[in-house]
Structures are given as structure tokens and as C-alpha cells.
């Protein structure tokens, strides 16, 4: 089993910048993949970004593409996700989750998730 935790969260104006972290237990996080999803309010969870555990590449979408950075320390079972540029339709509940197997983008490859942090941007 693998414990996640996201903390890093709140409230910044547009244009801004946040830092989310990643902590995770249980498991060394060195052969998962590991995503960030996010859920606004009345919307379905999506896809933002992931570190793949193999070729440690990373894969965006392309709402955040050039804006957004995940990275991960292995060492430190933590993994990351700077934020600048940030907008008002960046708000939303920010997930932090683990891949065991081959796929990266969907909610259905993730087995472990943490609980979430909340990301407010205000225009």
C-alpha cells in the first residue's frame, strides 16, 4: 500500500505562483508513475501531469503545458508540482496520485490517490 498526502495549496491571485508537494508512504515511489490530477467544482477529475517511473519522463496537458512542472525525489519519496502563471480556471482540488502499471493518463491507471489540496485563484 501506498499512502499519499498533497499539502502545498491555497489561495493566490492570477499570475501567481504555488508549489505542491507530494509525500507518500508505505512504498518507495521509484517504480510508479506519478500524476497530478484536478477536479474543479461540477467537473469531472482530469489528467495534468506525470512522471513516469521508467525513463523519468513527463507528459502535460496541454491546459498546462509550458506553465506547469512535476518533478519527484525518489530519495525523499516526494514528488512536486510548481505552478506559475497561474489563472482562475486553475482552480480546482488537486490530486496527487500512483501508477503500478503501464498507463499514465487516466484516472483507471492510478491505484493510489491521495486526499487532495485545495488551489484558489483569484482574477
Known amino acids: 500500500q501506498v499512502q499519499l498526502v498533497e499539502s502545498g495549496g491555497g489561495l493566490v491571485q492570477a499570475g501567481g505562483s504555488l508549489r505542491l508537494s507530494c509525500a507518500a508512504s508505505?512504498?518507495?515511489?521509484?517504480?510508479?508513475?506519478m500524476g497530478w490530477f484536478r477536479q474543479a467544482p461540477g467537473k469531472e477529475r482530469e489528467f495534468i501531469a506525470v512522471s513516469t517511473w521508467s525513463a523519468g519522463s513527463t507528459y502535460y496537458s496541454d491546459s498546462v503545458k509550458g506553465r506547469f512542472t512535476i518533478s519527484r525525489d525518489n530519495a525523499k519519496n516526494m514528488v512536486y508540482l510548481q505552478m506559475n502563471s497561474l489563472k482562475p480556471e486553475d482552480t480546482a482540488l488537486y490530486f496527487c496520485a500512483g501508477a503500478g502499471g503501464t498507463g499514465t493518463r487516466r484516472e483507471t491507471d492510478y491505484e493510489y490517490w491521495g486526499q487532495g489540496t485545495q488551489v484558489t485563484v483569484s482574477s
Open positions: 508505505g512504498r518507495t515511489l521509484s517504480r510508479y508513475h
